[in-house]
């Protein structure tokens, strides 16, 4: 018992020097990415210092090499936001996402690009293609499908008129709460503020545990969220970053009906990526309406054992019961085998467009 503080003390000690080393190699790192941003501007004034392939490679890199005891995934989360913050000594990146404050989409932006990337809130979709498009930010995150309700089709309606590109995705574990306000009656509350998907994914908990609570859909979590802040009798559907913000308690946690609920993001851009090792390419194909037109479409992916991992159907805005398909599927555009088959795509269809190929998301 009597070594118990002097063995604490050292290893108190060995942190202090882990700590001193830690400082160092992070500083050192900064001033090797200042390095960077001197020599691609020397070379191009115009250089663009955001490169997901690099990150999605050196993230990827870092959960390979991880050996514990932290869980790998925690890993690659702490190395991001000393690349966010080295990111941010090149070029400090501006996100649009839609808003507002609080959502999980800010949550998706500051997950993928790090907590120095400054994010602006959007009130709608096509207004965050919109500042990307006319340079105000540098990137937009937009969701695109839920596991639970499906796809977002607003958002693949607004990749038909616009000239964006995907430059990554990241998949977003959704987790709900059941949130109140210091000033709230408990055992009064009698409704419920949240967004229409949220309820849906809450359903069956709100029916066994609120049955009679009056369910009030508004704009978005953080909204509901912030109403919550003025009444008494009412509680809100929310995640964490509205929970912090508004500073309100969660009166229960994880309500959602599916524990696997998760949303995909998609970050928008006008950047070409290139192949980072694992990646994914996003088009849009308008096929003539004729027998037989979506096996033609699909016959070259599976006779090149590409592998398709999503397939969504929107109407065509140039004719009556036309229809155009959005593709996701693994592989890059560079890849010979999957150009052969763009090709080959492209010979059979009305129209195709590459959205973009992309790493797949790591985190």
Known sequence: MTDTPIDLEALRQRIDELDGDILRLISERAACAQRVAQVKTAEDPQAVFYRPEREAQVLRRIMALNQGPLDSEEMARLFREIMSACLALEQPIKVAYLGPE????????????????????????????????AG????????????????????????????????????????????????T??????????HPQSFAQCRKWLDAHFPHAERVPV???????????????????????AAKLYGLTRLAEKIEDRPDNS???LIIGYQDVPMSGEDKTSIVVAMRNQPGALHDLLEPFHRHQI????????????????????????????????????????????EVKVLGSYPVGVL
């Open 102 to 133: 609080g959502t999980f989409t800010q949550q998706a932006a500051l997950k993928h690009f790090g907590e120095s990337a400054q994010s602006m809130p959007m009130a709608a979709i096509d207004e965050v293609f919109r500042e990307v498009e």
């Open 136 to 183: 105000a930010v540098n990137y937009g995150v937009v969701p695109v499908e839920n596991s639970t309700e499906g796809v977002v089709n607003h958002t693949l309606d607004s990749f038909m008129d616009s000239s964006m590109r995907i430059c990554g995705e990241v998949v977003l574990r959704i987790h709900h709460h059941l949130l109140v306000a210091e000033t």
């Open 185 to 194: 009656r408990q055992d009064k509350v009698s409704r419920i503020y949240s």
């Open 219 to 241: 704009s978005s979590n953080a909204e509901a969220a912030r109403l919550v802040k003025t009444e008494w009798h009412s509680a809100a559907i929310a995640g964490d970053m």
């Open 263 to 265: 949303t995909r993001f």
């Open 307 to 350: 592998d398709l991992t999503r397939l969504e159907t929107r109407p065509s805005r140039t004719g009556v019961w036309n229809y155009v398909f959005f593709i996701d599927f693994k592989g890059h555009r560079d890849e010979p085998r999957v150009a052969a088959v763009l090709e080959e795509v492209q010979l059979r269809a009305a």
